[in-house]
C-alpha cells in the first residue's frame, strides 16, 4: 500500500524520512523480530531450531523431548 503511495506520489507534501519510516517501518520490525525470537530462545532456554524439530544436535544444546505418539486406533 505504501509502496503504491510512493510511485503514484500521492503523498507529496509528507517529508520524504516520514515517507520512508512508513515503508520500511513493517517490514524492518518483523524482520528485527524474527532474528530476535531464535536468539532469545537459544540463550534463555537452550532450544535450536534443530532440536526442536527433534534432530541430533551438532554442536551440543539442549535436545527437545519428542512429540507424543498417537494411538493407532485413533
Known amino acids: 500500500m505504501t509502496a503504491l503511495d ?3 506520489n500521492t503523498n507529496a507534501e509528507v517529508p520524504l524520512l ?3 519510516v512508513f515503508l520500511l517501518g513493517a ?3 518483523v524482520t528485527a523480530q524474527s532474528c530476535w525470537e531464535p536468539y532469545r530462545l537459544r540463550t534463555h532456554h537452550g532450544l535450536t531450531v534443530r532440536s526442536a524439530l527433534g534432530r541430533p544436535s551438532v554442536g551440543g544444546g539442549i535436545q527437545a523431548p519428542a512429540p507424543p505418539r498417537l494411538a493407532k486406533g485413533i
Open 27 to 29: 517490514p524492518v520490525s
Open 18 to 20: 516520514a515517507r520512508a
Open 6 to 8: 510512493v510511485v503514484n
